[in-house]
């Protein structure tokens, strides 16, 4: 399983989910919600993203609430995968339910606004197409890896329950 | 082997004799709550689309506080698909409006020392003041629980936090939050639990220790807890079984034991726009607040508002800071009004709302227009949580909140008990 982004966005430390899902939008639809993703922080972003593009940020991303739409936020604008140093750790469980990959990699840093990239989440590895250079990230986890495969935790479920097999 | 109170909980949750940091296990779900915004609303097509039903509706809670106070069409819209989704899925432990799902739950009852919990809010750490292991999950995780009855944890690690000696007047245990916030930082107890010891918790009413469970939010935790004692036992009607004493062994392993004094605490103030910017209130002395708020899950309990009431009592809040109280569950906003809590702040200017997230969460009075500066006894104030994405919230014990709406600035409340 490779993912090819075509540019990465990248973000600082603690991108909050209310920055992500403001509550001002919280009551509406997830899709109009997205088009205010990270507007107090960024108001071209949710215009400017494309689909198969990557999101990248530091520490801690998505600290905050239990809200979901924060990562469905940013997979219905396109984002096909999340590079972060740390994550909060219920956005994480969160983005991985929905089946958006989300990578612990502390080499963040080296990635500019911009950059293509070709991640492999089983390998634990980010090419960055741009750069011509190869980082490091963890793994994920193997028990996740197959939900993951199926396209997350509903998908995965739903794949459960039709072969009778216990959850 | 000896574990902490959080690994026994989990052991029995997973059917296990022992567990460790690091495993991962699955766990049987003693009970799941919901509210109305992430509730319903979210997982009733996910239920759909897997043709499941509820595993058992005994285990699940569902309390409405996010939209219950809205009247446009998509709040109302929300409020009726969880009403309906309640009835057609025979949840007889519905509460509507009642008040604030993390307040709502002990004090109906649900909550017992050992049991392990989910809810579908990140603020559902508060239930460990009650010795319950509970951790908040997002939408598609509940759908999960609430078809097969269990959920995986990888078994977390606990930081022991240990207070000596009583807060000072005037301090209260949202001070030692965000002392904490600052110490540790919001993602400092990432993936981990917090487990509060020591004579000073031990000295804390339920209403106190729940702003310590709280707030273990605010430091990134998986959860926070509390060893249940004769207070505990107290609140939530229980009888401490031999067979199973809630708390960790001796010798239990701790990854950090962080020690602080609570005699030489000071009132604390957060400011825009994360609780880890905390500092003693001195250091934000001449900041001018617009708006003041006592609210949320966090700080608008009974203790809360008596707290305010103290300092309110006598004085008048300033003509240009006005102070808007939203009691935490309508049982509160009745035991305050039985014992004249509710009009000695109306009597110093205070407004009082209905009860419900509110401005905590940008809806309503008290919530902050663009420019606004607010200070609040709430949990959070990231950029645009409590309004206008211009606006500014410092976070502070409801004393100090009280404090600043009388003088219209940030101010130091031991001044005024």
């Known amino acids: 399983m490779k993912i090819e982004c075509n540019r990465a966005w990248v973000f600082g430390d603690s991108i909050d989910t209310d920055v992500l899902a403001p509550n001002a939008y919280m009551m509406k639809p997830v899709e109009e919600l997205a088009r205010h993703c990270l507007e107090a922080v960024d108001p071209e972003f949710a215009s400017s993203v494309r689909l198969g593009d990557a999101f990248v940020a530091g520490e801690n991303l998505g600290i905050g609430s239990s809200r979901e739409q924060a990562p469905q936020a940013l997979m219905l604008l396109g984002i096909r995968v999340l590079l972060a140093k740390s994550f909060a750790r219920i956005f994480y469980r969160n983005a991985l339910n929905l089946g958006l990959p989300a990578l612990v990699c502390a080499d963040v840093d080296r990635i500019r606004q911009g950059d293509a990239l070709r991640v492999n989440p089983l390998a634990g590895t980010v090419e960055n197409l741009t750069m011509r250079e190869t980082l490091d990230c963890e793994p994920l986890p193997s028990h996740l890896m197959e939900m993951i495969a199926d396209g997350g935790l509903l998908a995965h479920l739903k794949k459960k329950l039709r072969s009778g097999g216990n959850s | 082997m000896s574990m902490t109170l959080s690994e026994k909980i989990i052991a ?37 689309q897997l043709g499941a039903k509820v595993w058992d509706p005994g285990r699940v809670v569902i309390i409405t506080d996010h939209y219950v106070n809205e009247s446009d069409p998509e709040s109302l819209a929300i409020e009726d698909v969880t009403r309906k989704w309640a009835r057609a899925h025979h949840i007889s432990q519905f509460h509507e409006a009642q008040g604030i799902c993390h307040i709502v739950l002990p004090e109906c009852g649900y909550l017992r020392p050992g049991m392990f919990v989910v809810g579908g809010d990140s603020h559902s750490t508060t239930a460990g003041a009650f010795g319950c292991f509970m951790v908040g999950i997002g939408a598609t995780e509940m759908a999960g629980v609430l078809v097969s009855g269990e959920i995986w944890v990888r078994v977390p690690s606990t930081i022991q936090v240990r207070g000596l000696g009583r807060l000072p007047d005037g301090v209260a245990a949202k001070d030692i939050m965000l002392m904490l916030c600052r110490l540790i930082g919001i993602s400092g107890a990432n993936y981990k639990v917090v487990e509060y010891t020591g004579t000073t918790v031990e000295s804390l009413s339920m209403d106190e220790r729940m702003v310590l469970t709280n707030m273990s939010a605010e430091l990134g935790a998986k959860t926070g807890i509390i060893a249940p004692d004769e207070i505990t036992l107290a609140a ?44 003693p209130v001195d250091a934000h002395a001449d900041v001018k607040v617009d708006q003041a708020y006592i609210g949320a899950c966090t700080g608008a309990k009974l203790a809360d508002l008596k707290m305010a009431a103290r300092i309110l009592h006598g004085r008048k809040i300033a003509r240009d800071a006005p102070l808007f109280i939203a009691p935490a569950s309508l049982r509160i906003a009745e035991q305050a009004k039985q014992d004249g809590t509710l ?55 409801p004393y100090t909140v009280a404090a600043s709406a009388v003088t219209g600035r940030i101010t130091d409340p031991r001044e005024f008990v």
């Open chain 2, 12 to 48: 029995r949750a997973a059917d296990k004799g022992r567990v460790q940091p690091g495993e991962i296990v699955t766990c049987r779900v003693d009970l799941a709550m919901m509210h109305d915004s992430s509730g319903p609303r979210r997982v009733k097509p996910m239920l759909e």
């Open chain 2, 236 to 279: 939530t009607r229980s009888a401490l079984s031999a067979a199973t004493p809630w708390r960790g062994d001796d010798g239990a392993n701790y990854e950090r034991v962080i020690d602080f004094n609570a005699n030489e605490l000071a009132p604390q103030v957060a400011a825009p726009h994360s609780p880890e910017n905390s500092a």
């Open chain 2, 343 to 397: 009009a000695a702040l109306e009597a110093a200017g205070a407004k009082i709302l209905p009860t419900g997230c509110g401005a905590c969460i940008g809806l309503g009075p008290g919530s902050l227009g663009e420019g606004k500066v607010g200070i609040a006894s709430t949990a959070r104030n990231f950029k645009g949580r409590m309004g206008a994405p211009t606006s500014r919230t410092y976070l502070a014990s």
